[in-house]
């Protein structure tokens, strides 16, 4: 709360500072004007030191600071005056005031043109400062020298102002796309590296250019990249024509990797905080559409002709060509019925010679039966062109928990909002494109959000999934890889859920949205303790089949009170796993976490334990997944996008090189579950812990058994009290098959 209170003064201060600076430059530029036009003894005295000084370039001067003030009112911000365009301005100057004091007789020459200049009456038309530089000149190279100094330096000055112009005109140029015929890919942003000056050594102050990069920066159209082919397939000739709805196409060159390459930003607070470029993201190849189409020609007659065969009579209405797969839309004649297409699987796929296919009956919301057939050749969806469509949909600009997941069977993006599933599972086999889904979704957020507007919890029980992103600012602890330790981390995340709920109460908020905009109004409205504005958390649990072997009833619970309770509070799961199994992914666990993500898994029960429907047994791998969102009816099929380790490792270090990673002390403090766990146990059984000693005492014999039968309680219970009895010294070890000694002869009697 103190920081907070310390960051709400200095920018009190700020605008203050702001203010008095715009206040001076109005008196300045009164000034300016006063001198210009001589009104007054006041400014005819500043005219005559400005022209004594500059002689007959006054005008210039008054010309210069006059824009240069108006820059600063409008900006109240004070340009750079040590960059390489205000040097440049300088040198020309320079150059102006030295040419224009050469006097017309070659032989003045030497410092004694100065005193000349000064007992004369007559104004030089460089002025003072002319005629001294002039002075310096001459004496040292002569007249002809001076002049030749003067025009290099007035050369150098327009280098350094019209340098940086062309050099950046280039660049635009050099991407500028190129219109083709034959190719269609979706435009790409170009972000432009900024580069260091040369004279950035005279300043350690952090200060606005005169010409500042932005003012160079190409506006480029934004193209969604939709990629749908309809089809019409006539029953007599066997064809199938194509009809395309094709956007702009657009043929951009490869980036060099000097232009790839972005200098990461220095350290700096929240509010100079710069969300990654996307150009530290690659740019995938686009697969070619003209072969696949072909080969979805063949497809469709291969298709139609067994249905025939086997009396099926239906046309195809659409086809959509995806990444991986071919989505073929039949209509079935009345009367036929929806089975019989499924009877025909292995038929189809016997037709097809294909590996796989995956029958969709009925489509829903369609009069269709789908048939998703794959691609002769998988194309790679990049995060970059789905992260693109991401940045530019006005929809999800100001929601930082939209992630990119990847591109449907049509080629459109499909996006997922964290905030609405509101938590999310992930399984699948082991290859399948699970780590990868992760990764991307972990790399979204990065993305798109600042560190103060959502927080991450990582659970890395493997150990080298996620440790790329230790150090990153939007760590509540360190990638935690103890499964013990990450069933207490969960715990804390209860706790934290529940303060939450505490603050709404306060002040009648029902969720997070609520209580932060009632903190900003409040912390506007008043100067004293500020209002917490509370972040998002995203908790990421890679695997939790790890987790429910060590310490499952804990794991389970704490999932079980997040995922019933949190959304409201702003916390958000997501759960991975490789063994989809109902030991792992719990009635609990699937009752509270409606929103699924199945990958290829190998059967088609693992399918069911996931979606509740089978289908993700035929899969293709490699990312290919079946998104399964809260509310949906049916599975949607997605391809998911790749995101590279090095574009992983390009986004962390940008990212964590602007702000250093502030952990929260409850969550890197926290106790291993082992460690707490036991005395809860015990303090729950206390009162059956002393009926049982006074039996064993009284009884003088003691087994697990026989504490079952005389209390009826659980083996597992009984099995902990012995284990307890045995601590305190109350009964000794078991030796073998003889039966434990009871070290306390009578009640009330003391330990042997």
Do not use: W
């Not at 200060?207 to 934004?222: G, H, Y």
């Not at 019409?232 to 709805?245: A, C, G, P």
């Not at 889904?437 to 798109?448: E, K, P, Q, Y």
């Amino acid at each position: 709360m103190a920081k907070t209170k310390r960051s709400k003064k200095s920018k009190n201060q700020i605008l203050e500072e702001k203010l008095r600076l715009r206040i001076i430059i109005l008196f300045v530029i009164f000034a300016i004007i006063v001198s210009a036009l001589r009104l007054g003894f006041i400014g005819q005295g500043i005219h005559n030191c400005v022209a004594f000084l500059t002689g007959n370039l006054y005008g210039v001067v008054y010309l210069a600071l006059l824009v240069v003030c108006i820059y600063i009112l409008c900006k109240a911000q004070i340009p750079r005056l040590n960059g390489p365009e205000a040097i440049g301005i300088y040198a020309i100057f320079i150059s102006m005031l030295t040419i224009a004091s050469i006097p017309s007789q070659p032989q003045a020459s030497g410092m004694g043109v100065i005193s000349t200049y000064l007992q004369s009456q007559q104004m030089n038309k460089g002025g003072f400062i002319g005629i001294c530089l002039y002075g310096v000149f001459s004496s040292l190279f002569e007249s002809l020298g001076a002049l030749i100094l003067s025009i290099i330096i007035l050369i150098i000055g327009l280098a350094l102002i019209f340098s940086k112009l062309y050099f950046q005109h280039q660049k635009t140029k050099k991407k500028k796309p190129k219109v083709s015929k034959q190719e269609e890919t979706p435009v790409q942003t170009i972000v432009l590296k900024k580069k260091s000056h040369f004279f950035d050594f005279l300043s350690k102050d952090k200060e606005i250019p005169l010409f500042p990069d932005s003012a160079f920066d190409d506006v480029e159209e934004k193209i969604d990249p939709e990629m749908t082919s309809t089809f019409e397939f006539d029953q007599d000739n066997m064809k199938l024509d194509i009809k395309e709805k094709k956007p702009l196409k657009i043929k951009e060159e490869k980036d060099s990797p000097q232009e790839s390459y972005i200098e990461p930003p220095k350290k700096t607070d929240l509010s100079h905080y710069q969300l990654p470029p996307l150009s530290l993201l690659s740019t995938r190849s686009t697969h070619n559409v003209s072969k696949e189409k072909s080969a979805a020609n063949k497809n469709a007659a291969r298709l139609t002709n067994v249905l025939k065969q086997f009396g099926v009579n239906a046309t195809i209405e659409n086809a959509f060509i995806g990444p991986t797969i071919t989505k073929y839309e039949l209509k079935l004649e009345i009367g036929t019925r929806v089975n019989k297409i499924l009877q025909l699987q292995d038929d189809i796929k016997l037709a097809l010679a294909t590996a796989d296919i995956r029958i969709e009956a009925p489509i829903p919301g369609k009069p269709y039966v789908g048939i998703e057939v794959p691609n002769q050749s998988a194309a790679m969806v990049g995060f970059k062109d789905v992260l693109k469509s991401l940045l530019s949909n006005s929809k999800y600009q100001h929601n930082p928990l939209v992630v990119a997941l990847g591109k449907d069977v049509s080629g459109k993006p499909v996006f997922a909002q964290l905030d609405k599933m509101p938590h999310l599972l992930i399984a699948g086999a082991t290859g399948s494109g699970k780590s990868v889904c992760v990764n991307t979704i972990i790399s979204s957020i990065l993305m798109r959000a600042k560190p103060d507007e959502v927080k991450l919890i990582l659970v890395d029980p493997k150990k080298v999934e996620l440790s790329i992103y230790n150090g990153i600012p939007h760590l509540l602890a360190p990638v935690v890889t103890d499964p013990k330790k990450a069933a207490a981390v969960l715990r804390e995340v209860v706790a934290e859920m529940e303060r939450r709920y505490d603050l709404f109460a306060s002040v009648n908020a029902r969720n997070i949205q609520g209580y932060n905009e009632f903190a900003k109004t409040y912390n506007e409205d008043h100067t004293d303790e500020p209002k917490e504005i509370l972040p998002y958390h995203v908790i990421i649990l890679d695997e939790v089949a790890d987790l429910m072997m060590v310490a499952s009833k804990d794991v389970e619970d704490c999932i079980m009170r997040i995922s019933q309770m949190a959304r409201a509070a702003g916390i958000h799961l997501i759960v991975a796993t490789q063994r989809p199994s109902t030991d792992i992914i719990t009635g609990v666990i699937k009752a509270n976490i409606p929103s699924r993500i199945a990958f290829a898994v190998s059967s088609s029960i693992d399918s069911r334990t996931i979606l509740d429907t089978s289908g993700a047994e035929k899969l293709l791998g490699k990312g290919d997944m079946l998104f399964s969102p809260m509310g949906s009816s049916s599975p949607m099929r997605v391809q998911g996008c790749f995101v590279s380790d090095e574009e992983v490792s390009a986004i962390v270090h940008y990212v964590s090189s602007q702000q250093e990673v502030v952990y929260e002390d409850k969550y890197v403090n926290v106790k291993s579950i082992s460690s707490t766990q036991g005395s809860d146990d015990f303090d729950e059984e206390d009162e059956e812990y002393e009926k049982c000693r006074e039996f064993v005492i009284q009884a003088q014999k003691a087994s697990t058994s026989l504490l079952q039968r005389k209390f009826r309680i659980g083996y597992n219970k009984a099995a902990r009290i012995i284990d307890r009895l045995e601590e305190e010294g109350v009964i000794g070890p078991q030796l073998g098959s003889k039966p434990r000694e009871v070290y306390i002869r009578q009640y009330h009697e003391e330990d042997l």
